[in-house]
């Protein structure tokens, strides 16, 4: 071509195909991109410093001489984690051959060890917050440091405050980093209710601030005051849950109030450390696992998040997820767990199937388990729901159950 490019996407060329593939979260399943191999550069590292995220996480950050690569001038690359910066064996000082990854995102890929300065030794990861110098803390079996601050360091409040208003959370146009920063260090929001109390009158005189981008601001904030449920519940930030996560819980609930209080009430348990069935109806959803639960309960049992919640509730009208019209559907409001390997179709094909039927999916057999469909080499799960006398569907009897709607 006269022109770069980096990379192809293929497509399934039939449109009742793509729509019966369908999507997950954000991407077909109906179309793959295939990425050319990353272009290398050879450049210098003159500095390893630590970004801290909105969950706390310490970051390793290569400062870079800046180098052409692809195009693109680098002079930042990711480190990723401490054991990443171990397997790498890379210094301060050393040369280095970086790559964007997927085209896109700067990363250190070896280290040229005969290049090494003599005086180059190796990096002592930070036990304590750069920003806020609250303790570091790994907890065992994760690779990331974080900072235990919370709410005390700036770095997280005001990544959390960029998180919830970025373009697949409340998405305000015109609301970038910059912006964010500079009224958080100026005190005019300190939290994600304060954003929607903002007013024309709290930008006269700021610098850049004119009447009419002030104007567009207050407008874009205002008009960003009605929200569906699973963007509110992602742009509160909370650790492990994603786009899939959020829109998997607000079909599941359907309200704030039962999302909210299914919660509240998991927390309260978790902290009298007592089990309880809201925890168990979370973790029995096909996708959630212990670590999703306990970032909810951890979330929760913090008076500060929920002071956040109660604020945003005055400010904000949550909108239900409207649930489709399944009032024909043999499944609707049955609970099902696919196991074993299908063959007519995928897993996820199956599942989006179920839900938009109005059945819940789950990923666990337990006495509210409706209907287990077993594939070849079911076990353990085929084995449970015959022990507690759930009913047993062939991917024939289910297509036979579900087939006409």
């Known amino acids: 071509?006269?022109?770069?490019?980096?990379?192809?996407?293929?497509?399934?060329?039939?449109?009742?195909?793509?729509?019966?593939?369908?999507?997950?979260?954000?991407?077909?399943?109906?179309?793959?991109?295939?990425?050319?191999?990353?272009?290398?550069?050879?450049?210098?590292?003159?500095?390893?410093?630590?970004?801290?995220?909105?969950?706390?996480?310490?970051?390793?950050?290569?400062?870079?001489?800046?180098?052409?690569?692809?195009?693109?001038?680098?002079?930042?690359?990711?480190?990723?984690?401490?054991?990443e910066i171990n397997r790498l064996g890379v210094r301060v000082g050393d040369s280095v051959i970086i790559q964007r990854a997927g085209d896109v995102i700067p990363q250190v890929v070896t280290v040229i060890e005969g290049r090494r300065p003599p005086d180059a030794v190796p990096f002592e990861f930070p036990k304590t917050c750069p920003e806020c110098?609250?303790?570091?803390?790994?907890?065992?079996?994760?690779?990331?440091?974080?900072c235990s601050g919370g709410l005390v360091c700036r770095a997280q409040v005001v990544e959390r405050l960029r998180h919830f208003v970025s373009r697949d959370a409340f998405d305000i146009?015109?609301?970038?980093?910059?912006?964010?920063?500079?009224?958080?260090?100026?005190?005019?929001?300190?939290?994600?209710?304060?954003?929607?109390?903002?007013?024309?009158?709290?930008?006269?005189?700021?610098?850049?601030?004119?009447?009419?981008?002030?104007?567009?601001?207050?407008a874009a904030i205002t008009?960003?005051?009605?929200?569906?449920?699973?963007r509110f519940i992602y742009a509160l930030g909370i650790r492990h849950i994603g786009h899939?996560?959020?829109?998997?819980?607000?079909?599941?609930?359907?309200?704030?109030?039962?999302?909210?209080?299914?919660?509240?009430?998991?927390?309260?348990?978790?902290?009298?450390?007592?089990?309880?069935?809201?925890?168990?109806?979370?973790?029995?959803?096909?996708?959630?696992?212990?670590?999703?639960?306990?970032a909810f309960a951890d979330f929760f049992n913090e008076k500060h998040n929920t002071d956040v919640l109660d604020a945003l509730n005055e400010a904000l009208i949550v909108t239900d997820v409207a649930p489709p019209d399944t009032s024909a559907s043999p499944v609707a409001g049955k609970t099902v767990v696919f196991t074993g390997t299908l063959e007519t179709m995928s897993r996820g094909e199956a599942k989006a199937r179920a839900e938009m039927l109005g059945a819940k999916v789950a990923g666990s057999v337990s006495k509210k388990t409706d209907y287990v469909v077993?594939?070849?080499?079911?076990?353990?799960?085929?084995?449970?729901?015959?022990?507690?006398?759930?009913?047993?569907?062939?991917?024939?009897?289910?297509?036979?159950?579900?087939?006409?709607?």
């Open 133 to 146: 110098g609250s303790v570091a803390v790994r907890e065992e079996g994760e690779v990331a440091w974080r």
């Open 374 to 405: 077993a594939g070849p080499g079911a076990g353990s799960k085929a084995k449970k729901a015959q022990e507690l006398g759930v009913t047993i569907l062939s991917e024939q009897d289910w297509h036979a159950l579900v087939g006409g709607f």
């Open 244 to 294: 899939s996560t959020a829109k998997l819980l607000a079909r599941h609930y359907g309200s704030l109030v039962a999302w909210r209080d299914a919660m509240k009430n998991m927390a309260a348990a978790v902290k009298e450390k007592m089990g309880s069935q809201e925890r168990q109806e979370l973790v029995e959803l096909d996708g959630i696992g212990d670590a999703v639960a306990d």
């Open 223 to 230: 008009e960003r005051n009605t929200i569906p449920l699973d």
């Open 1 to 83: 071509l006269d022109y770069d490019i980096d990379g192809i996407v293929y497509k399934v060329n039939r449109l009742d195909w793509q729509a019966r593939l369908g999507f997950v979260s954000r991407a077909p399943r109906w179309a793959i991109a295939h990425k050319f191999p990353a272009e290398k550069a050879q450049t210098t590292l003159r500095m390893i410093n630590i970004q801290v995220g909105r969950t706390g996480t310490l970051t390793p950050v290569a400062e870079l001489d800046p180098v052409n690569v692809g195009g693109v001038i680098v002079s930042r690359a990711t480190l990723h984690n401490e054991d």
């Open 173 to 218: 146009e015109g609301f970038g980093a910059k912006h964010i920063e500079a009224f958080y260090d100026d005190g005019l929001i300190k939290t994600p209710a304060d954003i929607f109390r903002l007013g024309v009158a709290d930008l006269a005189g700021r610098e850049g601030w004119g009447d009419k981008s002030a104007e567009n601001l207050i």
